[in-house]
């Protein structure tokens, strides 16, 4: 059973547009979301992150929306960029000292 | 560069063998994760470490175990390998519980 799911296995986005990534979870408990991005032969790197007391977070070109009642999560990337291609990793957990849970992942490719 | 460490890089080794993976988390960081991730599938929790005791436990098979060292430093044992072991393997650390930081991976390669 995937507590944590990405349906969209790949997106493809035109330089200067704006990249949405989407999340959705089961487990009610999760409380803590992060984002990760993935370069090939690289570990994942920290994006953003959000808990369940905001519905929005913002860093610089990264925007993380949480809809709780609709458990699903969202990444805005404003403007994408060429180096932004990478697959970017969804992940949740339930607390303090609980293991993240991790989406499948979604490639993003952006173009020229 | 997160600041993990992982070794080797690149492992190949035959079905039946056993092997270990080293990872060294960042300065400071008392809580070590370990992750796999087979081709074409997300990162699978294995085993979460804190000071040196099991604190959480993912989907680890029997045939791997791990430990966490007094120096912080952890392995990740596989034994009796299958071909379906082929995968990267991930350590990360982490200083709380907000984030983690991943190594570059180890690839093992089983024939």
């Known amino acids: 059973d995937q507590q944590v799911k990405q349906n969209s296995p790949s997106l493809s986005v035109q330089e200067g547009r704006i990249s949405i990534l989407n999340c959705d979870y089961t487990n009610s408990m999760f409380d803590y979301f992060l984002w990760y991005k993935k370069y090939p032969a690289e570990g994942p790197t920290f994006l953003i992150s959000i808990s369940s007391i905001k519905d929005k977070n913002e860093d610089g070109r990264f925007t993380v929306f949480l809809n709780k009642s609709a458990k699903h999560l969202s990444l805005h990337i404003v403007p994408s960029q060429p180096g932004d291609s990478a697959v970017y990793f969804c992940?949740?957990?339930?607390?303090?000292?609980?293991?993240?849970?991790f989406g499948p992942g979604t490639r993003l490719s952006v173009l020229p | 560069d997160s600041g993990v460490t992982q070794t080797p890089k690149h492992l190949i080794t035959a079905t039946g063998q056993r092997v270990t993976l080293r990872c060294s988390p960042r300065?400071?960081?008392?809580?070590v994760y370990w992750y796999q991730q087979s081709l074409d599938q997300g990162l699978q929790f294995l085993i979460q470490y804190y000071n040196g005791e099991e604190r959480a436990k993912g989907n680890i098979l029997e045939r791997f175990s791990a430990q966490q060292f007094p120096d912080l430093h952890s392995e990740l044992n596989l034994s009796s390998l299958e071909l379906g072991d082929s995968a990267l393997y991930f350590c990360?650390?982490?200083?709380?519980?907000?984030?983690?930081?991943f190594g570059p991976g180890t690839r093992l390669l089983v024939l």
């Open positions: 300065s400071g960081d008392l809580s």
């Open positions: 990360a650390s982490s200083p709380d519980v907000e984030t983690q930081y």
């Open positions: 992940a949740a957990s339930a607390g303090y000292g609980q293991n993240f849970v």
